[in-house]
Antibody, heavy 120, light 108 residues
C-alpha cells in the first residue's frame, strides 16, 4: 500500500524550532515530488512547497518562501518541514502529499497530518 | 494567485440524495482541477482529476464536470460513507496550486 506516515502532534512555544517528518512507503519514494500543505480554520488549505527526493530540488510558494525549510533524507524515504523560530500563527495542521504519478500538480497520496500548536 | 471559491460551504443531505458541489476559479484553468474528500483524522483522498477523470478505486457515484472557470462535483446517491468535507484544487498555475475553501456535507 502506498502511504505517507507523518510524525505526531507537537506543542511548542513561540521562538522554538521544529522539524516534522513524512515517511513514504509502498512506492519508489525518490521518484515523486512530495508537497507540504497547511490547513488553518481561517485560510483553509495552502500549498507551502514541494521537494523532489531524487535530487532535493525544492520549490516554495511565495507565501512561505523564507518562512520554512523543506528537506529530504532519501536514504530513509522521509521528507521534512522545518521552522527555525515558530510563531503563534504557525499553529495549524500540516499535511504532506505526493504529487500525482501522472506528473501533474495534484496530489494522489496524502498523510494524515501533523497538528502543530504554538502557544505560550 | 488563482482564487478558488466553493459553494455551498455546508450542505445538509440525506442518504440517497443527489448532491452537487460547485467550484469557481478566478480565471480559466481549462480542465486542471482536482477534487478531494476529507474526513476528520484521516488523510485526504483524491476523487477526481482533470475535472472529470475518476481516480482508481473511487466509486462511480462520484463524478466531476466543467471547464474554464465553473466546475461541479456530483454524488449521484449519497451514501453514509460520503459524509465528509470536499475540496477542489486548481493546478493550471502550479506556483502556487490553490484550493477551494471546502464544502462540508452533513447528515440532514
Amino acid at each position: 500500500e502506498e502511504q505517507l506516515v507523518q510524525s505526531g502532534a507537537e506543542i511548542k512555544k513561540p521562538g522554538e524550532s521544529l522539524k516534522i517528518s513524512c515517511k513514504g512507503s509502498g512506492y519508489s519514494f525518490i521518484s515523486y515530488w512530495i508537497g507540504w500543505v497547511r490547513q488553518t480554520p481561517g485560510k483553509g488549505l495552502e500549498w507551502m512547497g514541494s521537494i523532489f527526493p531524487a535530487d532535493s530540488d525544492t520549490r516554495y510558494s511565495p507565501s512561505f518562501q523564507g518562512q520554512v525549510t523543506i528537506s529530504v533524507d532519501k536514504s530513509i524515504s522521509t521528507a521534512y518541514l522545518q521552522w527555525n523560530s515558530l510563531r503563534a500563527s504557525d499553529t495549524a495542521m500540516y499535511y504532506c502529499a505526493r504529487r500525482a504519478t501522472t506528473g501533474y500538480w495534484y496530489f494522489d497520496v496524502w498523510g494524515r497530518g501533523t497538528l502543530v500548536t504554538v502557544s505560550t | 494567485d488563482i482564487q478558488m471559491t466553493q459553494s455551498p460551504s455546508t450542505l445538509s443531505a440525506s442518504v440517497g440524495d443527489r448532491v452537487t458541489i460547485s467550484c469557481r476559479a478566478s480565471q480559466s484553468i481549462v480542465s486542471w482541477l482536482a477534487w478531494y474528500q476529507h474526513k476528520p483524522g484521516k488523510a485526504p483522498k483524491l476523487l477526481i482529476y482533470k475535472a472529470s477523470s475518476l481516480e482508481n478505486g473511487v466509486p462511480s457515484r462520484f463524478s466531476g464536470s466543467g471547464s474554464g472557470t465553473e466546475f461541479t462535483l456530483t454524488i449521484s446517491s449519497l451514501q453514509p460513507d460520503d459524509f465528509a468535507t470536499y475540496y477542489c484544487q486548481q493546478y493550471h498555475d502550479y506556483s502556487p496550486v490553490t484550493f477551494g475553501g471546502g464544502t462540508k456535507v452533513e447528515i440532514k
